[in-house]
């Protein structure tokens, strides 16, 4: 597996409600450099998070224990600018399984699920819905990838999801690209051995 299998997610949300973040907001391009696919969790909205000394800035959301949780809640447009991996790796590092806008930029939605970060895309009226229940009481949200819902569970209100079904299935067994063709090499085997030569 690439990654951790994604089926039903069950936790709390961190809220950033802010639009068009870009990829070099989600992870500085000076921090991709690295040769290896590790540490850039480390550097997540790294400008947003510390000041130039290193110290954590107290006024940006991930900073603020008052929320935690894998999942996270951003504005319209998340994702947008330059088509790095890097960036929805540096999501996935962080420790969120999941995340949540009105919309998604679309190589960004892509590389989430490359990776097993679960793009959820809902109305912006479910969103408002979403970001005023965590300001309110911290809510839990259910992301439910088989049936492709998403649950406020201090309401149970909930709204249907899309997914690609080849990407759903990826998730729900923890396959990027290559794993799939790794599952099925025995189909292609046997495909191939009734090819005419």
Request: with cysteine; hydrophobic share 40%.
């Amino acid at each position: 597996m690439a990654y951790d299998k994604f089926n039903i997610l069950t936790s709390t949300a961190v809220p950033l409600p802010i639009e068009n973040v870009d990829t070099d907001q989600i992870i500085p391009a000076r921090f991709l450099k690295a040769t290896e696919r590790v540490g850039f969790g480390d550097n997540l909205f790294r400008d947003w998070r510390y000041n130039p000394d290193n110290t954590p800035k107290t006024d940006f959301v991930l900073n603020d224990p008052t929320y935690s949780g894998k999942i996270l809640v951003g504005g319209k447009n998340f994702g947008s600018g330059s088509s790095r991996e890097h960036a929805a790796r540096a999501v996935y590092d962080y420790g969120f399984r999941a995340v949540v806008s009105s919309f998604f930029a679309d190589i960004f939605k892509g590389n989430c699920l490359n990776i097993g970060v679960l793009p959820v895309q809902v109305s912006p009226e479910f969103a408002e819905k979403i970001f005023a229940a965590i300001y309110a009481d911290k809510t839990e949200l259910k992301i439910d990838l088989p049936a492709q819902t998403i649950t406020l569970l201090s309401t149970g209100e909930s709204e249907q999801f899309d997914i690609n079904s080849y990407k759903k299935n990826n998730m729900q067994n923890g396959f990027d690209d290559i794993d799939y063709l790794q599952s099925i090499k025995g189909e292609i085997q046997e495909f191939a051995a009734q090819l005419p030569f």
